[in-house]
C-alpha cells in the first residue's frame, strides 16, 4: 500500500469517528429525555396521585371481573344449560 492511499484510509476514520461521536450526543439526548419521561409517568401514575388511585382501583375491579367471568364460565362448562333451568339448589348433607 503506498503512503497516499494510507493517508486516505486514516482521513476516513476520522470522519467515521466524527460521525460516531454525533451518534453518541444524540444517544445521550435520547436518553435523557426518556429518562424525563418515565419521570412524567411514575409521578403521574403514582398511587399518591389522583390518576394513579383511579386507575389502581379500575384495575382491581378489571380484575374482580375476570375473576367472576372465570367462574361463570367454568359453571358453564359443567352445565351448558344453567341459564335456561337456573342453578340447581344445593343438598343438605
Known amino acids: 500500500m503506498d503512503d497516499s492511499a494510507l493517508v486516505r484510509r486514516f482521513e476516513g476514520c476520522g470522519d ?3 460521525g460516531v461521536e454525533g451518534f453518541g450526543q ?3 439526548a435520547t436518553l435523557q429525555a426518556l ?3 418515565i ?3 411514575h409521578g403521574l401514575l403514582s398511587t399518591d396521585s389522583g390518576l394513579g388511585f383511579g386507575l389502581e382501583a379500575a384495575l382491581a375491579n378489571l380484575k374482580d371481573a375476570t375473576n367472576a367471568l372465570r ?3 367454568a359453571s358453564l362448562e359443567q352445565t351448558p344449560d344453567m341459564l ?3 342453578k340447581k339448589p344445593q343438598e343438605d348433607r
Open 84 to 86: 335456561l333451568r337456573g
Open 16 to 18: 467515521r469517528a466524527r
Open 26 to 28: 444524540r444517544q445521550r
Open 35 to 37: 429518562r424525563k419521561t
Open 71 to 73: 367462574l361463570l364460565m
Open 39 to 41: 419521570g412524567d409517568a
